[in-house]
């Protein structure tokens, strides 16, 4: 168990900028991880297996990508009891992102509203971050199976939007041998026409060049990864319908449903609230849960869904798998509610059979 409760730390964190804090907070992971230290952050792992694309998940909660872009502390993340973690949004080159400040905390709404952009130090550093991790050699729990990596992946800025697929096609070469699964992530609102990607033509054709290059892939390397696609919240029923009959003509393995929004009515007056970018945290609850439905619908029982946007609890949690989803992921709950929230989720979603 953790030996420091997070709401000792967070009026410290929450005392600096807000991007600041994160990069401390990763900095301090990343030197701590496989070390004695660790015993600050690590918690016992629950116990609530899943098979879900061919995969083994420990239990039904994850980490969402954009927290750990460059994949430093995947073992610290290991050792706080997720399921799952997913890793990145890397690109095949370095790119600084937009502009700071560029993270936003409105914490009456326990949301974030981020522009990034896509920062990262690039495919080549990022796939030497992932070799180094231990996670899969020991695991977290005695004689349990590890947690899973997901690898998500996108296009550098400077590509132009019609060249996209070939940034995607050279990460997924990159991250392959190394990826329990890889998600495309099509759906940041921080780089230009990125979201354009999840229209009808754009999205087949991206998805179609990605299906063919990973059966190559999985022929020459012989392991077959599966290939999970990230939507956004802002997105219409016949949108929704549209990508789900997509996913299934291209052969994709899953979709995580949501990204940020862009909307800010349940923010409105709020300071930061009309800063651009992408808003995350309880705000999104109700627009993922909406979409997470739609793509249950239309894509039927069996099609693996990962559920996020607005995880603060364990009701939460257990609302998206009602809504449709099979796990979940966290992330701006995590720096609301500290590692203590992977425990509650765990926990709630394992229990769920008996409290239903």
């Not at 907070?25 to 600050?40: D, E, I, S």
């Not at 061919?54 to 050792?79: E, Q, T």
């Not at 016949?238 to 862009?262: E, F, H, K, P």
Request: contains cysteine.
């Amino acid at each position: 168990m953790s030996l420091v409760p997070y709401g000792l730390t967070r009026p410290f964190l929450f005392g600096m900028d807000a991007e600041q804090a994160h990069e401390i907070t990763l900095g301090a992971l990343a030197r701590t991880q496989n070390t004695p230290l660790a015993c600050f952050y690590s918690q016992a792992r629950t116990d609530d297996p899943v098979q879900l694309a061919g995969l083994h998940f420990p239990n039904r909660v994850g980490l969402a990508a954009g927290l750990d872009k460059n994949a430093r502390c995947i073992d610290a993340f290991s050792a706080m009891g997720f399921g799952f973690v997913e890793v990145g949004t890397v690109t095949p080159k370095a790119q600084p992102g937009n502009p700071k400040p560029r993270i936003f905390r409105l914490p009456e709404r326990e949301a974030l509203i981020n522009r990034l952009g896509f920062n990262n130090e690039g495919l080549d550093a990022f796939v030497r971050n992932v070799q180094q991790a231990r996670f899969r050699k020991r695991g977290n729990i005695k004689g349990g199976k590890p947690m899973l990596l997901g690898l998500n992946i996108g296009k550098n800025a400077a590509t132009p939007i019609e060249r996209a697929v070939d940034d995607y096609l050279i990460c997924l070469e990159g991250v392959y041998p190394h990826a329990d699964y890889v998600t495309i992530n099509i759906s940041s609102p921080n780089t230009a026409n990125l979201r354009s990607l999840q229209s009808d033509e754009a999205l087949d054709a991206l998805l179609t060049a990605l299906a063919q290059r990973r059966e190559a892939l999985a022929e020459a390397q012989g392991r077959r990864v599966p290939l999970f696609v990230k939507i956004a919240p802002d997105l219409d029923e016949a949108q929704v319908s549209l990508i789900a009959a997509t996913l299934r003509r291209t052969g994709m393995d899953g979709v995580i449903a949501t990204n940020t929004t862009l909307s800010r009515d349940a923010v409105a007056g709020l300071r930061h609230a009309e800063e651009a970018g992408g808003l995350s945290g309880a705000p999104v609850r109700e627009a993922s849960n909406r979409v997470i439905a739609q793509l249950r619908a239309a894509l039927g029982p069996g099609f693996p869904i990962i559920g996020v946007g607005g995880v603060m609890s364990g009701q939460h949690a257990k609302d998206k798998l009602s809504a449709g989803a099979d796990v979940v992921q966290i992330y701006t709950g995590l720096i609301y509610k500290g590692p203590e929230l992977v425990r509650e989720v765990a926990r709630a979603l394992a229990s769920r059979g008996s409290s239903n």
